[in-house]
C-alpha cells in the first residue's frame, strides 16, 4: 500500500504539468486580452474624441489589472510560440524549396521512384503521377533533421549550401528547444532509485530554457541559413547568379536583418507588386 502510495504521489506531479501549464497560458490569453483593451482604448481618442483623462484612466485600469506572474506568463508563453511559429515557417520553406526541386527535375526521385519511364513518356498519366511521387518523398524528407535535409538538397541538386559552425549550434540548439516545446512540457520526470522505488524528479521547466531575449536570435539564424538555401539554389541550381533579377529577389525576399525593427512593418502593396515582379512589370512575364 505504502508502494502505491508512492506511485499515486509521482505519478500526481508528472500529471501536475498539463494543468500547471494550461494555467500559464490562460494567464498569457488573459494578459495579451487587458493589453488588446489597453491599446484599442488608446487608440480611440482619435476615433471616438476620448478625453484625455478617461483614456488615461481606461488604459491604466486594464494595465494595472494584469499583476506580475500574469505578464511573466504572457512573455513566457509569447517567446515560445514565437519560436514554435518562426520554426515552422523555415520547416515550410525548406519543404516547399524540396518539392520545387523535385517537379522541377522529377528524375531526381531516384531509382526508388515509382515513377516509370513509361509514365514520363505518357503526357496523360505523367503530371498527376510524379507530383504524388515527388509529395510523398518531400514528406519523407520532412521527417529528417533540419541539417540533414540541407545535405539533401546539396547532394541531391547540387545547390551548394554552406552554413557556418555557429549556424549549426544555433539550429540545432533552437530546433531542439521548438521540440520540446511541442512534445515535452514535463515538470516532473519518473525516475528509479537505487533502491528500485519509483520517483518523481522535478525537472527545469522549458520556459526557463528561453526567454523573449533568444527569438531575435532564432529568427536571425532562421532567416540567414533561408537566405543561404535561397542563394545555393538560384546560383548553383537555376544558374541564375549574373541575374539582376534574382540579386533583387535575393535582397527583398532574404535581407541580411541587422535588427528587428524593421521586421514588424507590414510589407506596402507597392513593395508586394515588387517581389512579385523586381522590375515592376508583372505582366511582363
Known amino acids: 500500500m505504502e508502494t502505491m502510495n508512492s506511485d499515486l ?28 483593451i489597453a491599446l484599442v482604448n488608446f487608440h480611440g481618442i482619435e476615433k471616438n474624441k476620448i478625453p484625455a483623462d478617461l483614456l488615461q484612466l481606461r488604459v491604466g485600469t486594464a494595465l494595472s489589472s494584469i499583476s506580475p506572474p500574469e505578464f511573466d506568463a504572457y512573455c513566457a508563453v509569447t517567446a515560445l510560440s514565437q519560436l514554435v511559429y518562426a520554426t ?60 540533414r535535409r540541407i545535405e539533401y538538397l546539396n547532394k ?30 514535463a515538470m516532473f520526470e519518473p525516475i528509479m532509485q537505487g533502491s528500485g522505488e519509483l520517483v518523481a524528479q522535478q525537472r527545469r521547466a522549458i520556459h526557463h530554457e528561453f526567454n523573449e531575449d533568444e527569438i531575435e536570435i532564432a529568427i536571425k539564424t532562421f532567416s540567414a541559413i533561408a537566405r543561404s538555401i535561397f542563394v545555393g539554389v538560384c546560383e548553383r541550381v537555376l544558374n541564375v547568379g549574373s541575374d539582376i533579377a534574382y540579386i533583387e529577389y535575393r535582397e527583398r525576399l532574404f535581407p541580411e536583418f541587422r535588427d528587428l525593427r524593421g521586421l ?11 517581389i512579385a515582379d523586381p522590375k515592376g512589370d508583372a505582366s511582363a512575364r
Open 156 to 185: 541531391t541538386f547540387g545547390a551548394g549550401i554552406v552554413l557556418a559552425d555557429d549556424q549549426r549550434t544555433k539550429l540545432e540548439h533552437f530546433v531542439s528547444i521548438r521540440n520540446a516545446i511541442v512534445h515535452d512540457h
Open 9 to 36: 504521489e509521482s505519478y500526481a506531479k508528472i500529471s501536475s504539468a498539463f494543468p500547471r501549464g494550461a494555467l500559464r497560458l490562460w494567464s498569457a490569453i488573459a494578459t495579451s486580452l487587458r493589453l488588446q
Open 264 to 274: 514588424s512593418k507590414e510589407p506596402s502593396s507597392s513593395s508586394g507588386d515588387a
Open 88 to 147: 515552422a515557417l523555415f520547416d515550410s520553406y525548406i519543404t516547399d524549396t524540396t518539392r520545387f526541386l523535385l517537379i522541377r527535375d522529377p528524375l531526381k526521385l531516384g531509382i526508388r521512384s515509382p515513377v516509370s519511364w513509361e509514365t514520363f513518356l505518357n503526357t496523360r498519366a505523367r503530371v498527376p503521377t510524379i507530383t504524388e511521387a515527388v509529395t510523398r518523398r518531400a514528406r519523407e524528407v520532412a521527417f529528417w533533421p533540419f541539417l
